[in-house]
């Protein structure tokens, strides 16, 4: 499967399994596995990751222990200091250590199978480029890599930073405005009775009047969409729900566009499991997919974890800090960094009662509380139990101890039932992630948790509708806030059309996850309209604009201008929002941390117009003046008569895109759906794959992925799925025996 390199032989002899492995793999290259044991079974799957993406599960390892600037040089320095504020080698092995031994042995051998690929077939390209061979893979690597997509989801402790400092910039009666919890004209719970209330806006003064807009006043496009899109979506359908009187299931999680692609498919069989769909590379079993009885699909719960603490040490360069009425001295990791054609660099990181510090404000320091170190379990365990439950009451008892990282999950079951629950540890805490605690006044971090039976969900039956797209899940008297905000409702809200539109099928399902229909665009390109039919003067810019945004149907299709000028219109409005509100430095980090929360906010002041908000409370003349805004940077970039095909275009880059290996990149994506609409494709993030499972009905439905199974450039398989992938079509992932059988391409055997 490597370029230049000889395809496996029928028998590859001499691997430490206990009996013959047979591997099948498909037209698509995705791996189906039958062992006769489990030991074997996860050996095998840890040698076709081997196989297939060696570097990557290198480069993952690297990114989360702190480590890239061994390969890369000083280029990742800043990368591994960020990394290493707390210690995953620390978690990793507290993680593994209070593993079942069942689960222990899993990641050995998982983590042999790697080896024996290492040692028996050749290594990737870029590891001769970059001349260096990778360490030996150990069990507990599974557990650290397995945190590089956990900490893209995460509720970081630096937007926790980001939102107090907001607060503290723009005053705490406007802290629900800036950071509001759902869009009230486009709410759309799952669980619960009705929308909950939401309180309207208070009127501002305006602090900062001269505005000057961030893309003209910085150098280079500071790119504002950078976190938008990042979550997932999906739904399901009970079978008295659905056209084909089985339940249906659809999964598309939105992730960083990457080459390789974040996600490795697999049909795994053993006696007693038999389970397919994707995994992260590096981590045995399948996490998102479907076993012969259940599937199930998970979206970013998008809840707070974190906690943190404004320290008061005695003085900038002490490792004193007040605890109560007496000091207690912090205690001291060291970390040593070793640099790439560059001199070793020792940093000194500190941990108070309260968590790791994070931010050094001189004789303030910033600590945080997060649930992953405090309580060290891995949620290896419930992912394994998901492969192997028979009914969506097993899935429900599997996740009821589910640790986390919090996710939305939806289950569906070969008895035509469907259900939806958000699981994880979410700590019941006061601030809910917008604010900092007082250190000294502060007791233990370690607060009650939500109970299981609290948090929202969907009772698993043949009646349900379920979906989620990282928005506010519960409705009205729910007695949690549980995050700071939640993602902007506007997907979950056009999913909810969908679904209420008649008897689900697979089609409609996969006409959902192509949609690219953004409901806020729509009326945002309306207002926008209607304000600029009011413009003074003949500007001609404006003109287009305007004609442009009132034949603007919501579609973010290749083809549309009127998508292109909203979506400058949109980020221009949130940018000038923000910056007559905020410093320009830390206007820059709001949009850049929360851009969700910037675009609701402007609609939510678009439609309510409260008073303060904008220059002389004259909104069309705000929109008036963020459309020159967006017209200057569409010119500026050379975009101004493009098409959205042209400006909302992604291409996934190669981790060493950036060393000018350009040519490793993967397929050009032209512009179709955004941020906001179902078919997300944004700057950074974008579907990572889609999946519709026919529940017990295996062979129909299908699953894609944008790129290809191998990350081995040069592979017949490194980019093949691009043109499956643009043709928004499913594909159906070969789970019988008899279309496994027809499906084969390339057949071979792991033996003893």
Known sequence: MRAGAAEPPPVVAGAPVRAPVHIVRDERGIPHVVAANEHDLYFAEGYLQGTDRLFQLDIYRRLVEGRLAEILGTLALKSDLDARVFSIDELAAAQFAALPAAQRDHLAAFAA????????????????????????????????ASFATVLALTDSWNDVATRADVVAAVGPAARDAFFSISDPAYDAPTAGAGRAPIAPLPPLSIAYPNVTPLHVASAGEPDLDDRAGAGSNEFAAGAARTATHRALLANDP?????????????????????????????????????????????????????????????????????????????????ERFVVRFGKPVVRDYLRTRHGFVFADRGAVKLAAAWTADIDRRSSFVQFDALDRAASTAAAMRALATYPGPPQNFVVADDRGRAGYVLAGEIPIDDAWALGAHDGPSSGSPQRPFVPFARLPHVTPSREAIAFTANARPYGARYPYRLSAAFSPPYRAARIREHLAAGR?????????????????????????????????????????????????????????????????????????????????????????????????????MLRERPHGWVPGDDYDAFLI????????????????????????????????????????????????????????????????????????????????????????????????????????????????????????????????
């Open 625 to 752: 003046a963020a459309m020159r805004d967006g017209i200057a940077d569409l010119r500026a970039h050379g975009k101004s008569d493009a098409t959205w095909s042209d400006v909302g275009d992604r291409t996934a880059q190669h981790p060493l895109a950036a060393l000018g290996l350009g040519a490793w990149n993967g397929t050009r994506f032209p512009g179709f759906g955004d941020a906001y609409s179902p078919h997300v494709q944004a700057p950074a993030n974008a579907q990572s794959f889609r999946a519709v499972w026919d529940i017990g009905r295996w062979d129909a439905g299908g699953m894609v992925i944008p790129q290809g199974e191998s990350g081995l450039p040069g592979s017949p398989h490194y980019r093949d799925l691009a043109p499956t992938w643009l043709a928004g079509t499913l594909v159906p992932f070969p789970f019988g025996d008899r279309a496994v059988a027809s499906a084969a391409r390339e057949r071979f055997e792991l033996a003893p």
């Open 113 to 144: 199978g790697v080896n024996f690929a290492m040692k028996s077939r050749p290594l990737p390209p870029e590891f001769r480029v970059l001349g260096y061979r990778p360490e030996p893979w150990v069990a507990r690597d599974s557990l650290a």
């Open 254 to 334: 939105h992730l960083e566009l990457r080459m390789p692609g974040v996600w490795w498919l697999a049909d795994l069989r053993a006696p007693g499991l038999h389970v397919a769909g994707a995994t992260l590379p590096g981590v045995p079993g399948i996490i998102l997919g479907h076993n012969e009885h259940l599937a199930w699909g998970a979206t970013n719960g998008t809840v707070a974890t974190v906690a943190i603490y404004r320290e008061r040490f005695r003085s900038a360069d002490s490792d004193e800090y007040l605890a109560g009425n007496a000091f207690l001295r912090a205690a001291h990791r060291s």
């Open 504 to 604: 689900a099928s697979v089609a409609s399902f996969e006409a959902i996850q192509a949609d690219d229909t953004s409901l806020p665009e729509r009326e945002l390109a309306a207002a926008g309209a209607r304000a600029l039919a009011k413009a003074p003067g003949n500007d001609p810019g404006l003109q287009t604009a305007r004609r442009e945004l009132a034949r603007f149907d919501g579609r973010f299709d290749g083809s549309s201008r009127g998508a292109v000028f909203v979506y400058a219109l949109r980020r221009a409005a949130m940018e000038r929002l923000a910056l007559l509100h905020m410093p320009s430095e830390l206007a820059l980090r709001y949009l850049k941390s929360e851009p969700g929360c910037a675009f609701v906010a402007v609609m939510r």
